[in-house]
């Protein structure tokens, strides 16, 4: 078959074929096909879409164009959770070890951070000596052995999706909501998980900026999923505002630790049950929610949550001591208040621009090469619906330079809106499908 024929019919509105879908992405990947006609591929696909089939299809297709994880020798049920990204977003950290103990294999592969969202892998590299450089063996014993292991993403997973996405990001087509879905699902799909729970963020921090896009993409993921065999469920949570307190690397593990000790942000803690407990029934051990979270809170209550994560950091070379004494973690030398300039009620926060906050004090990468800074970043002393007076403190910064505090302290100030009127806290969870 001719690319020009396949570009052909996908221009006039025409369904591709299974066989034409996974010949083009295998051509594409071994370089057969030349990026000029894959984006026109691509531009075609975003003016006419892909219904259901071809979206299933075109992910199949990049998941096996490199290789598949075979998990087969890891006894019981392998799950994994996604997060489409966020600020402030700590959840894995937290919810691995809660469900492990409930007896849920967790085999994760996790990304690093880019731009004003934050990646799982940083955060768990602030703790000394943890490593996600693992070898297939390694990660596959350290499942049987312990029921989690959180490994960083191989360049041979899905190959085909890294190709179509730095195309698709300079040929404006990286918002067709079918291509991001077939994106994010062919990685999970290649990590080989029996069941799959999506936390889709919506708001001002998200890449989803409204609810019914959000819904839309959750749809279509957890429809690949099924079309894969793969038990999928999705949550759509709020991103108006960061999740939790904490904005960082060092100082969200904290947050994270606090919320296994019971000591979490109320916002934070709700969507670690939620995520946890739609993990639990989607593996068919527990029934309903009421009974999942009940089983969650004791393995908080009991300390085993706890102590399962000090196990997972300890067999990646990390120093447990720090899961027991997360106040020795990494820390910035200069603490630095953001105060409010006038009185009143915070109405809005724009997510986005509290995550550049924390790049610009060093905790972000503006390119996938740039160095962090693991030991800066924000508290948030107050969210959407709190009252608070003139010099009241918003946030509290830590950093390491203090022209980049200043600036940081602007921005942070900038992001956030204050009114007289009384405003409605913000719900987490907004949906589930």
């Excluded at 989607?282 to 300390?303: C, F, H, R, T, W």
């Excluded at 997972?312 to 910035?332: I, M, R, T, W």
Aim: hydrophobic content about 40%.
């Amino acid at each position: 078959m001719r690319m020009y024929d396949l570009i052909l019919k996908k221009r006039n509105g025409g369904k591709l074929t299974e066989d034409e879908i996974r010949t083009m992405i295998t051509d594409y990947t071994n370089g057969s096909i030349p990026d000029y006609q894959m984006s026109a591929m691509m531009m075609a696909i975003y003016f006419n879409g892909l219904d259901k089939d071809e979206t299933l299809w075109m992910t199949l297709a990049m998941e096996h164009s490199g290789e598949v994880l075979d998990l087969s020798s890891i006894k019981g049920i392998k799950a994994d959770k996604h997060s489409t990204g966020g600020v402030g977003d700590k959840t894995s950290l937290a919810v691995t070890p809660m469900v492990a103990v409930c007896g849920l294999k967790i085999a994760k592969m996790s990304g690093r951070g880019l731009g004003h969202t934050g990646g799982t892998i940083d955060k768990l590299e602030s703790i000394p000596g943890f490593s996600t450089d693992l070898t297939p063996e390694h990660f596959v014993n350290q499942v049987n052995d312990i029921g989690i292991a959180i490994m960083g993403q191989t360049k041979d997973l899905a190959p085909a999706d890294k190709k179509l996405y730095a195309l698709r990001d300079v040929t404006a087509t990286v918002d067709q909501m079918s291509l991001i879905a077939s994106s994010i699902m062919s990685k999970k799909l290649a990590s080989n998980a029996d069941v799959i729970v999506l936390d889709v963020k919506t708001g001002s921090g998200a890449f989803m900026k409204s609810l019914e896009d959000a819904k839309a993409l959750a749809k279509e993921m957890t429809e690949i999923g099924h079309g894969a065999g793969k038990v999928t469920k999705a949550v759509i949570s709020n991103m108006d505002q960061p999740l939790g307190r904490a904005v960082g690397n060092a100082i969200e593990v904290r947050e994270a630790i606090d919320t296994l000790n019971g000591e979490g942000p109320e916002d934070f803690t709700k969507l670690v049950f939620t995520i946890g407990s739609q993990l639990l029934i989607a593996s068919g051990m527990y029934d309903n929610e009421s009974d999942a979270k009940a089983a969650l809170q004791k393995v908080i209550d009991d300390g085993s949550a706890l102590n399962k994560f000090a196990a997972f950091v300890k067999a990646q070379g990390g120093d447990e001591s720090y899961v027991y004494h997360p106040e020795n973690l990494p820390c910035a030398k200069l603490t630095v208040p953001v105060v409010a300039e006038r009185d009143g009620y915070i109405k809005a926060m724009d997510c986005e621009k509290i995550g550049l906050t924390s790049l610009i004090l060093g905790g972000g990468r503006v390119t996938k090469e740039s160095a962090i800074d693991l030991s800066v970043g924000l508290t948030i002393e107050a969210k959407v619906g709190d009252y608070v007076k003139k010099g009241e403190t918003l946030a509290v910064l830590y950093a390491n330079d203090e022209a980049k505090a200043k600036e940081a302290g602007e921005t942070y100030r900038n992001a956030l809106t204050i009114v007289d009127e009384a405003c409605e806290k913000q719900k987490i969870i907004l949906d589930m499908i």
